[in-house]
């Protein structure tokens, strides 16, 4: 499982948003990551891809990642 983080573009405003993404390797998660920013870009808001990370326990804030940050 993988995570894909994009940045995301309306006038002068911009945030990020992550999703989860289902793929069998970096490399065909970072594609599959590339063509959902491309196929976004429809409307007013501007997706632009930033990275993809391995994640096994994505999204989560649990015990575990608050002891990380300790």
Sequence with gaps: MFMAEFKLRFGDRKWYVRRIIEASSLQEAEEKARRYAELMNRGEVK???????????????GDEELKKLS
């Design 47 to 61: 997706w632009e891809f930033s990275y993809v990370i391995e994640a096994k326990r994505p999204l989560i804030v």
